[in-house]
């Protein structure tokens, strides 16, 4: 028997086919009732994730919730994709995309990210938030796995947590 899409929403893990998300774009899916976010990043959006660090309240994630694996800067298993659940950490709001680099009324040397226009949290591209922002800590990561290169397992890792 196959779990109802009701029963995969609440808990299953959830696949995700990212062959058609364009380097730079979002795509939304849901797993246990959450928005999670899959970012393909560009060359120059991982560039940014450095330069951007001393901006960052938690650049190494140390205090932030993810899996073991996505510890590091880029917080992620494969440095093209972020996985995130995009729920600001603050008040449980939801974060905007603002993803290219361009002058914002938050930011005038905005470098690409997320931001939360609920209470002015602001995220990196690897869901790092800012120094004096709301949120206390980075957004979520999900555990996930590499089925294959355009096939994300979220809600289960190597491990099978």
Not at 43 to 51: F, G, H, R, V
Not at 97 to 125: I, K, N, V
Not at 139 to 156: A, F, N, Q
Request: hydrophobic fraction near 35%; proline fraction near 10%; charged fraction near 25%.
């Amino acid at each position: 028997m196959l779990p109802s899409e009701r029963a995969k929403a609440a808990g299953a893990p959830v696949e995700v086919d990212v062959s058609k998300l364009e380097p730079g774009q979002k795509m939304i899916v849901e797993w246990r009732g959450k928005p999670v976010w899959v970012v393909r990043r560009t060359p120059e959006m991982l560039k940014t994730i450095k330069s951007e660090e001393w901006r960052v309240a938690d650049p190494a994630s140390k205090r932030s919730d993810q899996p073991e694996y996505a510890t590091n800067e880029l917080r992620s298993l494969n440095p093209e994709y972020l996985v995130v659940v995009g729920i600001c950490t603050h008040l449980g709001c939801s974060p905007v995309d603002r993803l290219q680099a361009q002058p914002e009324p938050f930011a005038t040397d905005w470098r690409g990210g997320f931001y939360c226009p609920c209470h002015g949290s602001l995220f990196d591209l690897a869901g790092r938030v800012y120094k004096n922002k709301p949120a206390p800590d980075n957004l979520i990561v999900p555990p996930h796995k590499y089925l294959s290169d355009t096939r994300i397992l979220i809600g289960e890792d190597e491990k099978g947590a």
